[in-house]
């Protein structure tokens, strides 16, 4: 029962952040950003923020390094808007795992034969 609390306010402070990013950031190397999950310790008070960023490597890592530079504005607008006796410390990571993803089925539509070519071998290996 101990870790549905840190669940839900991970939750709720990914819906707040994305609204924040979506209303009230105007940082112009904020690139197109949607965060892929909110880790929240069991004490509350620091939050891990995973963020995947659509663009180039330079891109990504100039998109996180303003969210860190803007650390203390989201904590402060996260503190004015949440309900909670301590806002957590925010500590913001790229999420690759899209990309990797991306790349694996990439990968596999290489690896894996053609539905023609796949019966073509199948029908020969039945002889």
Do not use: C, W
Not at 12 to 28: A, V, W
Not at 96 to 111: A, C, M, P, Q, Y
């Amino acid at each position: 029962m101990s870790s549905s609390r840190p669940q839900r306010v991970g939750s709720m402070l990914k819906e707040e952040l994305s609204r924040i990013f979506r209303e009230e950031m105007n940082d112009p190397r904020l690139g197109f950003i949607s965060i892929t999950d909110v880790e929240v310790a069991s004490d509350l008070r620091t939050a891990h923020v995973y963020v995947s960023v659509y663009g180039t490597p330079e891109e990504q890592k100039a998109s996180v390094d303003a969210l860190e530079h803007a650390r203390g504005y989201l904590r402060t607008t996260l503190g004015k808007e949440v309900n909670m006796r301590y806002t957590p410390e925010l500590h913001f990571h790229l999420d690759t795992s899209l990309e990797r993803g991306s790349r694996i089925f990439e990968l596999l539509k290489e690896v894996v034969p053609k539905d023609g070519e796949g019966k073509a071998n199948e029908e020969k290996t039945d002889e």
